[in-house]
């Protein structure tokens, strides 16, 4: 189990994937196609679907108790792109104020349950996302695209970036504190942004130079070798079926309203 700060690190993820839970254990091909399937999935429902999207929640809840994946950290990473969102969907409620329930006293409009949708979306996606990394490894999401047809260039691009901007930012940090260091507490002037982006080009043109030697060096070929052979077996079948048919229920039938309509109706 990782200590609490460890959870901090930009490399989090990645040392969660390394974890034995029968959900680290599935093949990457069959998280990568079910968690894609889900994205699908939540982005098919219409604007103001709030509550019949709501039982897609069961399978990142379901993920994360059987992955050992706790909810708090979790939780820190997506409320840290939530700012990203709130520009999207603030202004829903001011734009569409058509009413359209009320709630004692209060007036639901049209906006603010778009705004909910947009906001729930973001919730499911993003931590579906960032689930299949933390049981999977971004290398293993990887392996698993290119095993089910992307192509190659693709995938390896996608690695680089993913690999490279932990570096990006380790230099952009060691850059701004020996700036600190070296300010006694003087705010940066406008002028100096420009100094120290331009130290932070030829710092990362160097770092991408040795870093593309030192991979020669080490015999890299185009293609990143694989952990373990990929092989597909019975519960990896079950698995991706058994998820795609909770999709297709819940995009078929509107469960909750459902439940609902079984509990008004029920005897008394």
Known sequence: MLGPDAYLHLGALDALASGDSPVHRLDPRAKVLTTALFIVTV???????????????LFPAVLMAVGDIEAGYLGRRILAALPFVLLVGALNPL???????RLGLLTVSWGWISFASIL???ALTVGAALIL???TSF?????????????????QQLGFLYRYAFLLVAETTRLA??????????KAAPGEF????????????DRARRVHVAMLARGFNGAF????????DARDLLFTVAWASVFAAVRIWNLPALLAGLVAGGPG
């Open 43 to 57: 982005a098919s429902f219409g604007r103001y679907e709030v509550a019949a999207m709501a039982p897609l929640a």
């Open 225 to 232: 070798p694989a952990r373990a052979a990929l092989a597909w």
């Open 95 to 101: 734009l569409d104020r058509a009413p359209a329930l």
């Open 194 to 205: 420009a100094t120290l982006a331009g130290q932070l080009l030829v710092r990362t043109w």
């Open 133 to 135: 990394v933390a049981t």
């Open 139 to 155: 290398d293993g999401v990887c392996l698993g695209m290119e095993k089910l047809g992307a192509p190659r260039v693709f995938t």
């Open 120 to 122: 729930l979306r973001f």
């Open 177 to 186: 504190r020996a700036r600190t260091l070296r300010a006694f507490g003087r």
